[in-house]
């Protein structure tokens, strides 16, 4: 029982979709959900219904206005008048018919993932639609309408009285979450993410460190872009280990779009799925070592959604389930979607290995320094 | 922008046994305020103005015509140097100095010393600066250098219904042209980039797929 994983998910969350040119594609889930299946890595034992968040446990990191903006919005259609103040109704994140429910159902999701393991009716559990980071209290941002993150996360706080550790390695820095608890010392969060001198949303600088008595409990590691994995990889080895041994959580929540990726359309940096193999390990790790394992994951952002996100994710669920995941993709799964890719399905889950990136040398020197500020704040709190 | 695109890279310097005549000659010579002190090719001090006038007596005593010249630039210099990377936003490197009371920082890469970075330079481009005051991504177009071009790529950014954050224009490397550098507020700028390549202008970030890696 040391290791038993909830693989939380329905069908139904295919339902959050903002339509097919929209690079937020629920069709990713599916691709994944059959990947694991045909790897022999998902038992119909592992998967759990979630359960769609009310209004009230939406409203435990949301504004009643956004929210019911949103409701209103999504029972027409439509975005109402005033809906644009909050982020609706933008070509990053139109209003569709039904939004509401479907990102309730995401929230739901988070929600009953961590109450699964809050619970002590598993060790870890994966909410595989959830990873919405952006959203704000009253804004919907950079695809997501409700952050499940922040939500899940005051609900851990409000009903087990936990001390909360965020791990956040989506490409884009994980903002809504980091802002909705930045003046709170109870929950620690961690982002290491591509640098937003360029991308979007364009913070998540070093210097974010948290403010009144939460000063100290937001880390930011902003990478270059261009990065690739032994960088990447070298920066969470650095950080992640001493900032968490530091805080002591009682439960930790990560977040793992795999947006980094080298072919993902929508950031700079040049990860391959070695990198997406190793996130999970090490979390996990941490989690054994630091707080009896209890582990919460979410999916995130990934926008390559035939070549890297049924991989990456499959590498995600397999560490927490503790199943090894095989070399080749089976062609069964090839065979089924491969009419209907754009482009060629990869034939392995790992990377053959992309050629090396122009400036590497300067951009491994400067994410050290980087690496070395962070953690020369990390002393400084330690001794005030 | 990166302290790259700014600092001065053929850097005046001296080594810890000039003397603190022949520094104070150069600096009047070139017109600059500080000289980074080099030792077997590694920064190991630098020395200002300022640290000059503070050992007056010293210069007083030294640099009379027909004096024995005594004291070298280890006697005066200062031996903890704040560095900046040649990657460094400029913002950070202002910072530093502010922070620190001081005016300048020699950029240093691969442990040698590769430019310097003065508060002049970032006066000089605090004009170029932009800030992210919502959330927003980086987008920067290359149009020809004449009326009109501004308005014609906010009309292509404005049918996609997304807010401009903020505008800059920068001088481009090739004559007759321009940069336009917008913040957007969007996750995804690759709908407006492609019309905009499509309508004849180049992008020159963010980068496609195939450039650059
Ligand atoms: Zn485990
Ligand atoms: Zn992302």
Redesign the pocket.
């Given at each position: 029982m040391?290791?038993r994983?909830a693989f939380v998910y329905s069908p139904a969350y295919a339902a959050y979709s903002f339509g097919t040119e929209h690079p937020f594609n629920a069709r990713r889930l599916e691709l994944t959900v059959d990947l694991l299946q045909s790897m022999g890595l998902l038992y119909p034992s592992d998967v759990e219904e979630p359960r769609p968040a009310t209004p009230e446990q939406l409203e435990l990191k949301h504004s009643k206005q956004y929210v019911a903006t949103v409701e209103a919005s999504s029972r027409t259609g439509r975005p109402v008048p005033g809906a644009a103040e909050y982020g609706l109704g933008t070509e990053d994140n139109p209003v569709f018919p039904g939004m509401h429910e479907a990102a309730s159902l995401i929230v739901g999701g988070t929600l009953t993932a961590a109450e699964l393991v809050a619970s002590g009716r598993y060790?870890?559990a994966l909410s595989i639609g959830g990873g919405l980071h952006h959203a704000g209290a009253d804004t919907a941002s950079g695809f997501c309408i409700y952050n499940d993150i922040a939500v899940a996360i005051e609900h851990l706080k409000r009903s087990y009285g936990v001390r909360v550790a965020y791990i956040d390695t989506d490409a884009h820095h994980g903002d809504g979450v980091q802002w909705l608890f930045y003046s709170d010392p109870e929950v620690l969060t961690v982002s290491v993410h591509e640098t937003g001198r360029y991308l979007f949303p364009g913070t998540g600088y070093v210097e974010e460190r948290g403010a009144g008595a939460g000063y100290g409990y937001s880390v930011n590691v902003p990478l270059e872009a261009f990065t690739e994995d032994d960088s990447f990889i070298e920066a969470l080895e650095k950080v992640l280990p001493p900032v968490l041994e530091d805080f002591r959580p009682d439960i930790i929540v990560s977040q793992h779009g795999c947006d980094g990726h080298r072919l993902d359309p929508l950031t700079d940096l040049c990860l391959s799925i070695r990198s997406y193999a190793l996130v999970p390990r090490l979390i996990?790790e941490l989690?054994?070592a630091l707080c009896d394992?209890r582990?919460v994951a979410v999916g995130g952002g990934g926008y390559n959604i035939w070549s890297v996100v049924p991989r990456a994710w499959a590498y995600l669920w397999a560490s927490?389930a503790?199943r090894s995941v095989p070399e080749v993709i089976p062609h069964n799964w090839s065979a089924k979607w491969a009419p209907r890719s754009p482009v060629p399905l990869p034939q392995r889950v790992t990377d053959e290995g992309f050629p090396p990136v122009r400036r590497r040398r300067e951009i491994e020197e400067k994410n050290r320094i980087t690496v070395a500020r962070v953690l020369g704040g990390l002393v400084r709190r330690r001794q005030g | 922008m990166l302290v790259e695109d700014i600092m001065t890279r053929d850097v005046e310097t001296v080594s810890p046994s000039t003397n603190i005549c022949d520094a104070l000659a150069i600096m009047e010579e070139r017109r600059i305020r500080h000289l980074p002190v080099l030792a077997g090719g590694a920064l190991v001090g630098i020395v200002s103005e300022g640290d000059l006038k503070e050992a007056q007596s010293l210069v007083i005593r030294d640099c009379r015509e027909g004096a024995e010249r005594r004291t070298p630039v280890e006697v005066v210099m200062r031996r903890r140097v704040f560095t900046a990377h040649p990657l460094d936003p400029i913002e950070e490197a202002a910072l530093v100095m502010y922070r620190r009371r001081i005016g300048c920082l020699p950029v240093v890469s691969g442990g040698e010393l590769v430019g310097i970075v003065t508060q002049t330079d970032l006066i000089r481009s605090l004009v170029e600066l932009m800030g992210v005051n919502r959330s927003s991504s980086r987008l920067e177009v290359q149009v020809p250098d004449r009326p009109g071009m501004l308005a014609q790529i906010a009309e292509l950014i404005r049918k996609h219904g997304v807010n401009i954050s903020s505008v800059l224009t920068l001088p481009a490397e090739e004559a007759g042209e321009k940069k336009l550098v917008f913040r957007l507020q969007t996750i995804d700028l690759r709908r407006i980039a492609g019309d905009i390549r499509e309508a004849g202008y180049r992008i020159t970030w963010p980068p496609t797929l195939d450039e650059t890696r």
């Open positions: 040391k290791h994983a060790t870890h996990h989690a054994h394992g582990w927490m503790e | -």
